[in-house]
């Protein structure tokens, strides 16, 4: 099978100027990638206020809201749009659900959401969500998104959340949209066995971890009688400036079953609009993409 191959949106560092947005992402699409993929972050941490802040975003890491960000994209592009991932337990699932089928609408059905359970505890404080309990209210809010996505009207009773006769309107066109995860731990590689369409992996190509995470994977998929083959794996292909380490990459991730790959010019060096749209106009050619 041959990989989907899109990009990952620079969020930290193609800045807040709209017009570099509109022509990066034009630039994709004519260069002739399917899909743009985005980070998620509310908020950032003050280091000044959380001394010994180790990760590598803090407040002023620069990001676009990915749902914002993609109705604009919708308007200006035919690219498939991904979260990648967007933090779901800090959020309520109504409105994920809401926010979810308005950008699949707008899209015409070109709309992967991708959610993570979240690191950031700083996040979760401001936005009133318990980070402790976060991984047993995740798995609750995915059977409720695809409800909402795919039913009138849902009455629940949980241990976290309560619906009584309500539903969204308008329903996406997926019903429901495709649902990937950000994974890292044997839990949640079960959970993307037993749940999920696709997930994006943290790891290398044809590693023993890679390896080990598959088998996790297609093995809760059997027992809870899905077909393994059915869940996609979308990696990201650092571009380096090298052509040939480039090609060799996603040539791994190709024979480690990758159905999708991004390539990420976020890198030392490039920080400009048009050095990212040069670096993507290399990568391209070194992947033999044909310019829409």
Request: no cysteine.
């Amino acid at each position: 099978m041959t990989p989907r191959i899109g990009v990952i949106f620079p969020q930290t560092t193609l800045g807040a100027d709209r017009i570099a947005v509109r022509a990066y992402a034009q630039a994709v699409e004519e260069l002739g990638y399917t899909h743009l993929r985005a980070a998620d972050h509310v908020l950032g941490a003050d280091r000044a206020a959380h001394p010994g802040w180790t990760r590598p975003y803090d407040v002023d890491s620069t990001f676009h809201e990915p749902f914002v960000l993609f109705g604009y994209l919708a308007a200006i592009t035919s690219l498939e749009l991904a979260t990648a991932v967007i933090i779901l337990p800090q959020r309520q699932t109504a409105l994920v659900a809401k926010q979810a089928a308005e950008v699949d609408l707008l899209t015409g059905g070109r709309f992967r959401l991708g959610i993570g359970v979240g690191w950031n505890h700083v996040e979760f404080e401001a936005l009133g969500q318990d980070f402790d309990n976060r991984g047993r209210r995740y798995d609750e809010q995915i059977t409720l998104l695809r409800r909402y996505w795919t039913e009138r009207s849902i009455t629940h009773r949980g241990e976290f959340e309560t619906v009584t006769g309500a539903g969204i309107a308008p329903h996406p066109v997926q019903r429901p949209i495709p649902l990937w995860f950000g994974a890292g731990s044997v839990p949640a590689y079960r959970r993307i066995g037993r749940l999920g369409d696709g997930w994006f992996p943290q790891l290398a190509p044809g590693s023993a971890e890679l390896q080990a995470a598959q088998r996790v994977i297609n093995r809760a998929a059997v027992e809870a009688g899905r077909d393994p083959a059915a869940i996609g794996l979308e990696a990201g292909v650092p571009w380096t400036g090298s052509a040939d380490e480039l090609a060799e990459k996603a040539q791994a991730w190709r024979e480690s079953g990758a159905t999708h790959l991004a390539v990420n010019t976020t890198q030392p060096g490039i920080t400009t609009v048009d050095q990212h749209i040069d670096a993507l106009t290399r990568a391209a050619a070194a992947l033999d993409l044909k310019p829409a």
